[in-house]
């Protein structure tokens, strides 16, 4: 099984930008659609975005879309999120996972069917 290590996280002011990073340790098949989770304080982990390996579609949760970009480089077997212009409210520990992205209204639900974690990335925002 395809073992998920991210990194990047840290203190961010609002709207400043960060990248995180997800490290797979071996090639992901094309086929495979791997993603960003996330859980603030006090909260459940909710999807952030997904990306199929192969052909770099896209997909997001209902209202990340625009704030938050997703990339892989599939040479260096990494998954990239960017936050853009992070907000208080996206003070999270992040998770990278496999993800199965489900059609919902003009965004996606994005599941981790496997329920399976690594350590995660803590992000806070603050001034």
């Known amino acids: 099984q395809v073992q998920l290590v991210e990194s990047g996280g840290g203190l961010v002011r609002p709207g400043g930008s960060l990248r995180l990073s997800c490290a797979a340790s071996?090639?992901?098949?094309?086929?495979?659609?791997i993603g960003w989770f996330r859980q603030a304080p006090g909260k459940e982990r909710e999807g952030v975005s997904c990306?199929?390996?192969?052909?770099?579609?896209?997909y997001y949760a209902s209202s990340m879309e625009g704030r938050f970009t997703i990339s892989r480089d599939n040479v260096k077997n990494t998954m990239y999120l960017r936050m853009n212009s992070p907000e208080p409210e996206d003070t999270a520990v992040y998770y990278c996972?496999?993800?199965?992205?489900?059609?919902?209204?003009?965004?996606?639900?994005?599941?981790?069917?496997?329920?399976?974690w690594g350590q995660g990335t803590l992000v806070t925002v603050s001034s």
């Open positions: 996972a496999t993800c199965v992205p489900v059609p919902y209204g003009m965004a996606y639900v994005l599941i981790n069917v496997l329920d399976a």
């Open positions: 071996e090639l992901i098949s094309d086929d495979s659609v």
């Open positions: 990306i199929r390996a192969g052909d770099g579609t896209a």
